[in-house]
């Protein structure tokens, strides 16, 4: 059974920094896009950041461009994200995302394995 298990979320002040990491297991996803979403209460879901398999390519949302930094670890089944200089907009529940086909990066659709998520709260 494949399982993405989040962790590193919490509450920070506004300027602040987190490091949210994903930790896969059941299958590898070395091959694959993996990526991060969020979901404020209230709001849609929406694209964060996305890295293809050999890390060549990091893709980001624009409110976050500059700010936050995808990374993984294939030998560890592990992504990423570091968040720098958060905003009480970041607040949300952000999901660690994963793929076994191709697709596009920024559609929630084209991911088929979805974390539990964890909870990020910046204050102001």
């Known amino acids: 059974q494949v399982q993405l298990v989040e962790s590193g979320g919490g509450a920070v002040q506004a300027g602040g920094s987190l490091r949210l990491s994903c930790a896969a297991s059941?299958?590898?996803?070395?091959?694959?896009?993996m990526g991060w979403f969020r979901q404020a209460p209230g709001k849609e879901r929406e694209f964060v950041a996305a890295i293809n398999w050999r890390s060549i390519n990091t893709y980001y949302a624009d409110s976050v461009k500059g700010r936050f930094t995808i990374s993984r670890d294939n030998a560890k089944n592990t992504v990423y994200l570091q968040m720098n200089s958060l905003k009480p907009e970041d607040t949300a529940v952000y999901y660690c995302?994963?793929?076994?086909?191709?697709?596009?990066?920024?559609?929630?659709?084209?991911?088929?394995?979805w974390g539990q998520g964890t909870q990020v709260t910046v204050s102001s």
């Open positions: 995302v994963a793929r076994s086909s191709g697709g596009t990066y920024y559609k929630g659709e084209d991911y088929n394995y």
């Open positions: 059941g299958r590898t996803f070395g091959g694959n896009t």
